[in-house]
């Protein structure tokens, strides 16, 4: 059985999208899809995170998005490290 993908939120704000399928639960966030449509599947690698460069987790467009390792990603948010650019 499939039920029909939702629209969630995270008590953070964040948003995304979820679908359960013959017993998968898959989730994917707004912010990931919408970087990918920007920019193509290939300039978003797998263990990268994509950042708000504003800090409003619903605020979900092109111009906020910015693909960031994730060491680098804890680091900005942990000590206000500045963000270096997707590869």
Same mark, same amino acid.
């Given at each position: 059985?499939?039920?029909?993908?939702?629209?969630?939120?995270?008590?953070?704000?964040?948003?995304?999208?979820?679908?359960?399928?013959?017993?998968?639960?898959?989730?994917?966030?707004?912010?990931?899809? %919408?970087? @990918?449509?920007e920019?193509?599947?290939?300039?978003? +690698?797998?263990?990268?995170?994509? =950042? #708000?460069?504003?800090?409003i987790?619903? %605020?979900? @467009?092109?111009?906020?998005?910015?693909?960031?390792? +994730?060491?680098?990603?804890?680091? =900005? #948010?942990?000590?206000?490290?500045?963000?270096?650019?997707?590869?």
């Amino acid at each position: 059985m499939t039920d029909v993908p939702s629209l969630c939120h995270t008590g953070e704000g964040y948003e995304y999208v979820r679908c359960r399928a013959n017993g998968a639960d898959d989730t994917v966030y707004i912010h990931r899809l %919408l970087y @990918v449509a920007e920019h193509g599947l290939d300039e978003l +690698p797998a263990e990268y995170e994509v =950042h #708000h460069r504003q800090s409003i987790p619903w %605020l979900n @467009v092109p111009g906020n998005l910015v693909a960031v390792e +994730p060491e680098a990603h804890s680091r =900005h #948010h942990l000590h206000d490290d500045s963000l270096a650019s997707s590869p």
